[in-house]
């Protein structure tokens, strides 16, 4: 039997470059097509031709531009398998550089799927990376204990300071979220990984080739990019701390995320490409566990032995959410993935790599002022 060859569109960036590592270790032969955008790449190591130097030199490298002519096409030469990663991935740059974000989550996929659905090729599985940013607020029980799919905060009550959400019978306490939540995407990157996400699934089913959304959360770990002010929080706070500086803390720091380790992620593509499972699905990746922002930022600071506390700004980000944390069951039960990894040991381990990577550039204070003058922090 041909081996298995997978492309990884993205497979340049954080989470690509380790599913890379997975699929390699693997056995599948594995092909690299990344456009190596300098907002992501341009603080990192790179070799004399731009790549990442921590990009395995296993995997065959195309270096190009989904939204090209030819592109795609070109690069899905001898592959079975399609792990699609590439994409803009700021969600407060999303909701200024809208163009450029709807071209590069949605227009990527039209072309990618048209190429599917109108060339002769081999791609047999198909997993694209979806997020949960699409849900906006998780899961909800209210007083009687019955699930609610809560409505975002009104600017009012943000306005007022009342972070937690309530309903009539009174305050809502957060449960894990499930793949049957109502999707209320809340930012230009949310609407844009739901629509792609939609594409793939309903083109996937037409070409009969099986296709599977992953859902993930925040996800951290080494090669994360240090500098870029838009993603990745415990990179930021990161940092932040390396500069001497306290993590800048949005609300009142007690919103709940899931932070799932970027091997956790890289596995569960891997398992997914690598099961012969007949499915048209989505599934959320995440730890399981929430954990406040706060929590993050003082579990950061104590492991990178600095006396600093979070600076909580009591000001709110237009389109942030609450509180969302992962139900993973449904992975776990369809495709037997192993359990996720555990929190401090993942941190220390994303903090000893900061320590040997570049030394981090702090744009966060920029980012703020461009996020205040565009009324998107308030
Ligand atoms: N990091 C997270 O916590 C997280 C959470 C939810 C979803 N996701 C999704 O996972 C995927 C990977 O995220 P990441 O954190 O590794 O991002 P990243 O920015 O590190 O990597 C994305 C890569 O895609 C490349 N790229 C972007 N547009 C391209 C295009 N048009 N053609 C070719 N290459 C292009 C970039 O150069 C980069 O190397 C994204 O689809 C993102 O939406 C990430």
């Given at each position: ?9 993205g ?27 300098p ?63 709807t ?46 799919a ?38 230009i ?63 009142d ?61 009591e000001?709110?980000?237009i ?60």
């Amino acid at each position: 039997m041909a081996k298995k060859h997978v492309l990884v569109t993205g497979g340049a960036g954080f989470i690509g470059s380790h599913l890379v590592d997975d699929l390699l270790g693997r056995g599948f032969e594995v092909t690299v097509l990344d456009a190596l955008l300098p907002q992501v790449h341009a603080d990192g190591e790179l070799d004399e031709h731009g790549w990442p130097t921590y990009l395995n030199p296993a995997a065959r490298r195309i270096k190009g531009n989904l939204l090209d002519d030819g592109v795609f096409e070109a690069a899905l030469d001898g592959v079975t398998h399609l792990a699609h990663l590439a994409a803009s991935v700021g969600v407060g740059q999303s909701m200024t550089n809208i163009v450029d974000y709807t071209r590069n989550n949605v227009m990527t996929s039209a072309i990618m799927l048209e190429v599917l659905s109108k060339c002769p090729h081999t791609v047999e599985r198909i997993a694209v990376a979806s997020s949960m940013s699409i849900y906006g607020e998780g899961e909800y029980r209210d007083a009687d204990g019955k699930r609610v799919a809560a409505s975002l905060r009104t600017r009012e009550q943000l306005q007022d300071k009342a972070w937690e959400l309530e309903n009539a019978g009174g305050a809502l306490e957060p449960i894990p979220t499930s793949e049957t939540k109502l999707l209320e995407p809340a930012s230009i990157y949310a609407v844009n990984k739901r629509d792609h996400e939609e594409m793939f699934l309903a083109v996937g089913r037409a070409l009969d080739i099986p296709t599977v959304a992953l859902r993930l959360f925040n996800a951290y770990g080494s090669r994360q990019a240090l500098s870029n002010p838009y993603t990745g929080v415990a990179a930021i706070f990161i940092s932040r701390l390396l500069n001497d500086q306290p993590p800048l803390v949005f609300e009142d720091g007690e919103q709940k995320r899931d932070f799932v380790h970027v091997g956790d992620v890289a596995n569960a593509f891997a398992t997914v490409l690598e099961s012969d499972k007949r499915v048209w699905d989505v599934f959320n990746v995440g730890s399981g566990n929430a954990i406040t922002v706060n929590e993050i930022a003082r579990t950061l600071a104590r492991l990178l032995h600095k006396n600093i506390a979070p600076n909580v700004l009591e000001e709110y980000r237009i389109g942030d959410i609450r509180h969302c944390f992962a139900d993973i069951s449904k992975l776990r039960q369809v495709f037997d993935i192993a359990p996720p990894r555990d929190f401090e040991g993942g941190m220390q381990e994303l903090i000893d790599w900061v320590r040997v990577a570049k030394k981090p550039v702090d744009k966060t204070e920029a980012s703020l002022s461009e996020l205040r003058s565009s009324k998107l922090v308030v």
